[in-house]
């Protein structure tokens, strides 16, 4: 058995002996990164129980990882996660690692030794006794000052906080600077005080974004030189929410992450759908204003009861393999080339306990949606990638939804969306059927069938992690309906 804690709540376990209370080994952790162009792909597994201990800490690499924010500082990548350990306890604090190439990871310290004390102290005073983990951080730089906003919940229902905390170095150290919002278990209407994410417009305000169940997502602004709420006090407003099926809510709607596209001049909310260990998925809606409305596919408001699309991620099962579940909870970062990625945890099917860092490129679609890869990033170089080159067999995932009202009593399978089979002739038929076409102009792939449905997606060089095949051809976009469609040569 084991213990982990999630960003909603802490999972079964037995295990209750405390981890050991590791120093800060420094920059590198003990642990240097390879050179970027020795990455040992044999290394990276779906399961670690050889590592995954308390004592091994300094060797999790891109393990037991949960709720990544991922920034970058020069040439590393720097991520911040929840406070989480496979089959035993871990210290708190809010885990860091860092990477060069988003493949390899170093496991280099925490942010805080132990519980941030403004953010206990207000889960005290509130009759509370605070989770001994800390949960979903939000980083980001602004001029030179790294700010870090963490959360800190408690078993009282709705009794958390998010608090700032700040530093001149992304290893710290940190300095609480003060708390930024709050709830309680009391008849408020309000969403918990858990999921920070901020957005920064062209005019540098700053919106801060935030919740999880309860009463869906909701923001407000921040004072841009503090990172503290504009209006001391607030709670924000709603911004977002679910669909119920026969008053009962359709699952848990957490994890906001929003960004600022600038050459879409639009504003993405990234939003995790579902329980965390089975269904978790990514939807997306976009806006013209930081404070909406956000808008989903089909032009509806996503702060209506509703479900919305595009699902742009979910669990999946490509052929031969146990899948990918829990894959949500979002972080999007870009590069300084303009390449744009997707941070999350993966859990395998084989065992939901344990939790991996995926990363994931990202494309917009000809009309400004975003859409993920269907395999985890693996530096694999990029080259032209002809007609010819697209015929053969691929593997293709559609990605649908069953609704499963409730959460982790009720949603205890992962809705795996598993792969079928695909043919692109030579001829320009689908599956042997000359009713079904497709054309190819780089780097779009459009394939139109007799049902009325048109897939039009993107194609780039990626590795089959599957199978453990370096470099092969990729596809994600979506339909006419806004359903996300992924695939895979190969042969």
């Excluded at 980083?139 to 608090?163: F, N, Q």
């Excluded at 001391?232 to 679910?242: D, L, V």
């Excluded at 139109?448 to 089959?464: A, I, Q």
Aim: proline share 7%; glycine share 10%.
């Amino acid at each position: 058995m084991l213990v982990t804690v999630s960003c909603s709540k802490e999972e079964p376990g037995t295990d209750d002996a405390p981890g050991p209370s590791l120093p800060d080994q420094g920059e590198d952790g003990g642990n240097p990164e390879p050179p970027d162009n020795s990455i040992d792909f044999s290394a990276i597994t779906d399961t670690y129980h050889h590592v995954a201990g308390a004592d091994n800490v300094y060797s999790w690499g891109l393990y037991n990882s949960h709720d990544p924010s991922i920034i970058k500082e020069g040439d590393t990548y720097y991520s911040y996660s929840t406070d989480v350990s496979f089959g035993s306890e871990i210290r708190p604090g809010i885990q860091i690692r860092k990477s060069r190439n988003l493949v390899e990871w170093s496991f280099v310290g925490w942010v805080f030794d132990g519980l941030p004390q403004r953010g206990r102290e207000f889960i005290e005073s509130k009759g509370g006794d605070p989770f001994d983990a800390l949960w979903a951080p939000y980083a980001m730089k602004v001029g030179d000052e790294y700010r870090l906003y963490y959360s800190l919940s408690s078993p009282t229902p709705r009794l958390s906080v998010i608090g700032l905390a700040t530093s001149d170095s992304p290893l710290g150290p940190w300095e609480e600077q003060g708390l930024v919002v709050t709830s309680q278990a009391d008849n408020t209407r309000q969403t918990n005080a858990i999921d920070p994410t901020v957005v920064v417009t062209p005019g540098n305000e700053h919106w801060f974004y935030y919740g999880s169940a309860w009463d869906g997502i909701y923001y407000f602004k921040l004072n841009p030189s503090t990172g503290l709420p504009e209006n001391p006090g607030t709670k924000g407003t709603r911004i977002a929410q679910r669909g119920f099926t026969g008053g009962i809510v359709n699952g848990n709607i957490e994890g906001p992450e929003v960004i600022y596209h600038e050459e879409q001049d639009k504003y993405y909310m990234f939003i995790a759908y579902d329980w965390l260990q089975t269904k978790y998925n990514v939807r997306v809606g976009r806006s013209d204003s930081p404070d909406g409305p956000f808008l989903d596919y089909n032009g509806n408001n996503i702060n209506t009861e509703m479900d919305n699309l595009p699902m742009i991620l979910a669990p999946y099962q490509f052929n031969g393999h146990s899948g990918w579940q829990g894959v949500s909870h979002p972080s999007v970062f870009s590069d300084d080339k303009g390449q744009y990625y997707m941070a999350h945890q993966g859990r395998p099917g084989e065992n939901s306990y344990f939790m991996v860092l995926h990363v994931r490129k990202m494309h917009w679609t000809e009309d400004g949606w975003p859409v993920v890869s269907p395999e985890r990033y693996a530096a694999v170089e990029q080259e032209g990638i002809a007609e010819e080159d697209l015929v053969g067999s691929y593997e293709q995932i559609i990605l649908g939804y069953q609704v499963v009202p409730g959460y982790a009593e009720e949603q205890t399978s992962p809705d795996f969306q598993t792969s079928i089979n695909l043919e692109l002739n030579a001829d320009g038929s689908i599956n042997g059927d000359s009713d079904n076409h497709w054309s190819y102009e780089a780097p779009w792939l459009t394939m139109e069938f007799s049902n009325g449905y048109t897939d039009k997606l993107y194609v780039e060089w990626g590795r089959d992690w599957e199978n453990n095949v370096d470099k092969t051809i990729l596809f994600t976009g979506l339909n006419n309906d806004g359903t996300a469609i992924w695939a895979k040569k190969i042969n």
